[in-house]
């Protein structure tokens, strides 16, 4: 592994920390202000928002712009971004629309980190398929760990300390990252496509997901799984209570399970890839959830739902690093942020109807109706996809990609970069702005 790729790993560590504080404390700052379940949701509902407006068009504008300064350019903006709540908070002036601009706003600033970190990476290992297994797995796992078990509650913690600490903690955490990125090597400029629209480049990147089946195949499992695991979302605490008889503490415990789960997904995603080939163990992780949360809905007792609930979150786990490793090693560079943005965007697209599905079918038949279903479509999906997304056709398309990997990668410190880039740098202009 390349020098670098040890401080993108720090740098999106500690910003994943930031993030997890922010995630419980904003809905608590909410609850301060209003005790209106719509307005909460409206504030929950904005961060989600520039996924399915802007997706397909952040990612065009990821491929034409420099990816490592798209990167600290993001988390600068996104760092002097809290700090007007925070100053808000300390004033006694914050209020419900000043917090959903500020989740639409900190949720733009992520399509724009998010895709070009995923577009940066294969630069940076020299789109090495085994490598991006590792360096996802890490990613994955440290993701998990910051923004799943340490964030939440620190972020309740220090809201006790203060309505601006947890506020002026994520900046923090943005502004390190920012710095960290910075001091990445420069990856190389995507290939100018003269004469051609921003519309017309955002529409090239979606057709190319939609003409390819292997690439069809990844992005549907995450669209076709939130539409199933937002349906089980939707009614889990419900469940838990009436059904297994979980208090707020224990249901605490049951995420935590899961989680703890996708933490050991995550870190044994790379050797099921080389025992079984990529193919095959997207199909076993995807069967595994289905299977997982089929086990949820008829668990007897609360054990036996933490452990469906820590198997779920391994195939998950597993899942999240296999995928984005293949489609990393097998995308056109010039290509990946468009694509990684098209394959986001579906999967945020689809929650809403989970959402609605989980509820429905609550509302008309029983609280355990949702898992049933979510199973179900967890199982079609496997064995419609598992066709498209095959051991063959994975083999088939690193071949393809061959001599894209062979190019070398990035240099492992600023000081390898050259005066020349350097110069180029410090001469060329924000692509933000």
Same mark, same amino acid.
């Given at each position: #592994?390349?020098?670098?790729?040890?401080?993108?790993?720090?740098?999106?560590?500690?910003?994943?920390?930031?993030?997890?504080?922010?995630?419980?404390?904003?809905?608590?700052?909410?609850?301060?202000?209003?005790?209106?379940?719509?307005? /909460?949701?409206?504030?929950?509902?904005?961060?989600?928002? *520039?996924?399915?407006?802007?997706?397909?068009?952040?990612?065009?504008?990821?491929?034409?712009?420099?990816?490592?300064?798209? #990167?600290?350019?993001?988390?600068?903006?996104?760092?002097?971004?809290?700090?007007? *709540?925070?100053?808000?908070?300390?004033?006694?002036?914050?209020?419900?629309?000043?917090?959903?601009?500020?989740?639409?706003?900190?949720?733009?600033?992520?399509?724009?980190?998010?895709?070009? +970190?995923?577009?940066?990476? &294969?630069?940076?290992?020299?789109?090495?398929? =085994?490598?991006?297994?590792?360096?996802?797995?890490?990613?994955?796992?440290?993701?998990? =760990?910051?923004?799943?078990?340490?964030?939440?509650?620190?972020?309740?913690?220090?809201?006790?300390?203060?309505?601006?600490?947890?506020? /002026?903690?994520?900046?923090?955490?943005?502004?390190?990252?920012?710095?960290?990125?910075?001091?990445?090597?420069? +990856?190389?400029?995507?290939? &100018?496509?003269?004469?051609?629209?921003?519309?017309?480049?955002?529409?090239?990147?979606?057709?190319?997901?939609?003409?390819?089946?292997?690439?069809?195949?990844? =992005?549907?499992?995450?669209?076709?799984?939130?539409?199933?695991?937002?349906?089980?979302?939707?009614?889990?605490?419900?469940?838990?209570?009436?059904?297994?008889?979980?208090?707020?503490?224990?249901?605490?415990?049951?995420?935590?399970?899961?989680?703890?789960?996708?933490?050991?997904?995550?870190?044994?995603?790379?050797?099921?890839?080389?025992?079984?080939? @990529?193919?095959?163990?997207?199909?076993?992780?995807?069967?595994?959830?289905?299977?997982?949360?089929?086990?949820?809905?008829?668990?007897?007792? *609360?054990?036996?739902?933490?452990?469906?609930?820590?198997?779920?979150?391994?195939?998950?786990?597993?899942?999240?690093?296999?995928?984005?490793? /293949?489609?990393?090693?097998?995308?056109?560079?010039?290509?990946?942020?468009?694509?990684?943005?098209?394959?986001?965007?579906? +999967?945020?697209?689809?929650?809403?109807?989970?959402?609605?599905?989980?509820?429905?079918?609550?509302?008309?038949?029983?609280?355990?109706?949702?898992?049933?279903?979510?199973?179900?479509?967890?199982?079609?999906?496997?064995?419609? @996809?598992?066709?498209? @997304?095959?051991?063959?056709?994975?083999?088939?398309?690193?071949?393809?990609?061959?001599?894209?990997?062979?190019?070398?990668?990035?240099?492992?410190?600023?000081?390898?970069?050259?005066?020349?880039?350097?110069?180029?740098?410090?001469?060329?202009?924000? &692509?933000?702005?």
């Amino acid at each position: #592994m390349p020098t670098g790729f040890g401080r993108l790993w720090t740098a999106q560590t500690v910003s994943s920390l930031g993030d997890g504080v922010s995630h419980a404390a904003l809905p608590l700052l909410a609850l301060t202000l209003t005790r209106d379940p719509m307005a /909460l949701a409206v504030v929950t509902a904005a961060g989600t928002l *520039p996924w399915l407006l802007f997706g397909v068009l952040g990612g065009a504008l990821v491929d034409r712009w420099d990816r490592r300064r798209t #990167m600290w350019v993001t988390d600068t903006v996104r760092a002097v971004l809290l700090a007007i *709540p925070a100053a808000a908070a300390a004033l006694d002036m914050l209020s419900i629309p000043l917090l959903a601009a500020l989740a639409f706003l900190l949720g733009l600033g992520g399509l724009f980190f998010d895709t070009a +970190a995923t577009a940066y990476l &294969p630069d940076l290992l020299g789109r090495d398929p =085994a490598l991006l297994e590792r360096a996802n797995s890490r990613l994955r796992g440290s993701q998990t =760990a910051a923004s799943g078990f340490a964030g939440p509650p620190a972020g309740s913690a220090l809201l006790a300390l203060g309505r601006a600490v947890p506020l /002026l903690t994520d900046a923090v955490s943005f502004a390190v990252s920012a710095v960290l990125v910075r001091s990445l090597p420069a +990856a190389p400029r995507p290939e &100018p496509q003269a004469h051609e629209s921003l519309l017309r480049q955002a529409r090239e990147g979606a057709s190319y997901v939609f003409r390819d089946r292997l690439l069809l195949g990844l =992005a549907l499992r995450p669209a076709v799984g939130n539409i199933a695991f937002i349906a089980v979302e939707t009614v889990l605490a419900l469940f838990a209570h009436d059904r297994l008889g979980i208090d707020t503490y224990g249901f605490g415990l049951l995420l935590t399970a899961e989680a703890t789960g996708g933490l050991l997904g995550a870190g044994i995603a790379s050797f099921l890839g080389r025992r079984l080939g @990529t193919g095959t163990a997207l199909t076993c992780t995807a069967a595994v959830e289905g299977l997982a949360i089929l086990g949820l809905a008829a668990a007897p007792n *609360p054990y036996a739902a933490g452990l469906a609930l820590a198997v779920c979150g391994a195939g998950m786990g597993a899942t999240m690093v296999l995928g984005p490793s /293949l489609r990393q090693a097998i995308v056109p560079p010039h290509l990946m942020g468009r694509v990684a943005s098209t394959s986001r965007m579906l +999967a945020m697209c689809a929650a809403p109807f989970g959402a609605f599905l989980g509820g429905w079918l609550a509302t008309t038949y029983d609280v355990r109706t949702p898992l049933f279903a979510a199973a179900g479509l967890l199982l079609t999906m496997t064995a419609v @996809t598992s066709t498209m @997304t095959g051991n063959r056709q994975v083999e088939a398309a690193l071949r393809a990609a061959a001599p894209a990997a062979d190019e070398p990668a990035l240099p492992e410190s600023r000081d390898a970069i050259g005066e020349d880039a350097v110069l180029e740098d410090a001469a060329q202009g924000s &692509p933000v702005r």
